[in-house]
């Protein structure tokens, strides 16, 4: 099998994981900038359980979403021949400027050719992204273009709403402001009755 360009940067970027007392550690550090005393005793189980929720946060490091796509999809007798969309797919991710979170939903369309997948797999491709340092147009690009790929679909749609902690609470301090983002890949890209189906049914 094809090794894909983004199968091959699934695996971690950084050069050398650090330890976890050295990620403890560095958890120590920041508290200690912020103000706060690390070793007073409400903060010292802090380090281990921040390390811990980082390790929830971005485990999409480490998981593959073409190989999960291409173990998920399978012939389809029917030879359904129309958009297959998945709307309000709960996302959770944490912008790589501030690693704040940003979270909201996806809306995921594509037209198979001759192949179908199983719809879990595309909410489970939808978290593995999110579980990194994005920026929501990335994430967006990255989900459509894996999908693309893995399913070697007619083509992609998708729709992302959400809302950035770091616009919340710090810089524009905007919390009601929802940022959407859009990313049409094959069939919806050039056909504009599609893509007006997809998202007038995103809307319904
Ligand atoms: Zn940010």
């Not at 403890?24 to 103000?35: F, K, P, Q, Y």
């Not at 796509?69 to 359904?80: K, Q």
């Amino acid at each position: 099998m094809k090794k894909s360009p983004l199968s091959s940067q699934v695996t971690p970027l950084s050069p050398r994981r650090p330890s976890r007392s050295e990620a403890e550690d560095a958890v120590r550090t920041l508290i200690a900038w912020s103000g706060d005393n690390p070793a007073r005793p409400g903060l010292e189980k802090t380090p281990a359980r921040v390390s811990d929720a980082f390790g929830e946060y971005f485990s999409g490091y480490g998981a593959d979403p073409i190989a999960e796509l291409e173990a998920g999809t399978f012939d389809d007798p029917s030879a359904y021949d129309d958009m297959v969309l998945l709307k309000g797919i709960n996302f959770e991710s944490h912008c790589e400027h501030h690693i704040a979170p940003f979270f909201g939903v996806a809306h995921v369309a594509y037209r198979p050719k001759d192949r179908v997948v199983g719809l879990s797999k595309i909410a489970r491709v939808v978290d593995i992204f999110a579980r990194r340092l994005q920026t929501q147009e990335r994430l967006s690009g990255e989900i459509a273009a894996a999908l693309m790929e893995g399913l070697d679909a007619k083509g992609v749609a998708i729709m992302m709403t959400a809302r950035h902690h770091c616009m919340a609470a710090r810089g524009a301090q905007q919390p009601h402001v929802e940022t959407v983002t859009f990313r049409f890949l094959g069939d919806f890209e050039h056909d504009s009755e599609l893509r007006a189906r997809f998202t007038a049914a995103v809307r319904e």
